[in-house]
């Protein structure tokens, strides 16, 4: 049995993106928003997200200007962290859920893995690009933290999935943002996850290189 079928990954491509042009309401947004938005359209390959597609006003100014400058790229869980493209970072992006110290103080406090790795970013939070897919405990004590007074980072990628938490915790990041004095690009309600938060990052590193669609 045979199937046919289109195997050239760059003509797969081009014709994902023209789809998604025709099929997403694009109008409003500056051409690297336009750019963002399609990049998640494509992750989860549904054309009506871009509704919910929220991006501050400096958002991709800044998150650009960061990757530019290889500032760290900090993220939530290692699906994030691997499905950023790595030919166009200079600095592998950085995780510490699994970190041997991460665990401990999880069972100290009673919280996440998640929301304890965030200990672990220390100083490289400032200036960072922050990459949040998967868990919504991690964005909500980002804000908190930010609240309390550490240093900002460039962006945050904020766009957790599920039933628990997920919805609030994008919608939080929302509401406070310009409270907070940071840029965020987030996918309100309950879709999400780590390729749709990757993939805004890796929209913003083609935008860099003059990689559009």
Same mark, same amino acid.
């Given at each position: 049995?045979?199937?046919?079928?289109?195997?050239?990954?760059?003509?797969?491509?081009?014709?994902?993106?023209?789809?998604?042009?025709?099929?997403?309401?694009?109008? $409003?947004?500056?051409?690297?928003?336009?750019?963002?938005?399609?990049?998640?359209?494509? =992750?989860?390959?549904? &054309?009506?997200?871009?509704?919910?597609?929220?991006?501050?006003?400096?958002?991709?100014?800044? $998150?650009? +200007?960061?990757?530019?400058?290889?500032?760290?790229?900090? @993220?939530? !869980?290692?699906?994030?962290?691997?499905?950023?493209? +790595?030919?166009?970072?200079?600095? &592998?992006?950085?995780?510490?859920?699994?970190?041997?110290?991460?665990?401990?103080?999880?069972?100290?406090?009673?919280?996440?893995? =998640?929301?304890?790795?965030?200990?672990?970013? $220390?100083?490289?939070?400032?200036?960072?690009?922050?990459?949040? $897919?998967?868990?919504?405990?991690?964005?909500?004590?980002?804000?908190?933290?930010? +609240?309390? #007074?550490?240093? +900002? &980072?460039?962006?945050?990628? #904020?766009? &957790? !999935?599920?039933?628990?938490?997920?919805?609030?915790?994008?919608?939080?990041?929302?509401?406070?943002?310009?409270?907070?004095?940071?840029? @965020?690009?987030?996918?309100?309600?309950?879709? #999400?996850? =780590?390729?749709?938060?990757?993939? !805004?990052?890796?929209?913003?590193?083609? @935008?860099?290189?003059?990689?559009?669609?």
């Amino acid at each position: 049995m045979s199937f046919e079928y289109q195997p050239n990954p760059h003509a797969i491509e081009q014709d994902s993106f023209r789809q998604i042009r025709q099929l997403t309401d694009l109008s $409003g947004l500056s051409d690297d928003a336009q750019q963002v938005v399609m990049r998640v359209v494509h =992750s989860v390959g549904d &054309p009506l997200v871009a509704q919910h597609m929220r991006i501050s006003t400096n958002a991709c100014a800044a $998150g650009r +200007k960061a990757l530019h400058n290889h500032q760290a790229i900090l @993220c939530d !869980v290692e699906m994030v962290k691997q499905g950023i493209t +790595k030919r166009m970072i200079q600095n &592998p992006p950085l995780c510490y859920l699994n970190h041997e110290d991460t665990t401990a103080i999880a069972q100290l406090r009673g919280e996440t893995r =998640s929301m304890a790795a965030l200990d672990l970013w $220390g100083d490289q939070l400032a200036a960072s690009v922050v990459v949040i $897919g998967n868990a919504p405990t991690a964005l909500f004590r980002l804000l908190e933290m930010i +609240k309390a #007074g550490v240093p +900002k &980072p460039a962006l945050i990628v #904020g766009i &957790p !999935v599920g039933f628990v938490g997920a919805a609030e915790s994008k919608q939080a990041l929302w509401d406070i943002h310009e409270e907070l004095g940071i840029e @965020c690009i987030t996918l309100l309600g309950r879709q #999400g996850g =780590s390729a749709a938060a990757s993939s !805004v990052v890796n929209a913003l590193l083609r @935008c860099n290189i003059g990689e559009r669609y």
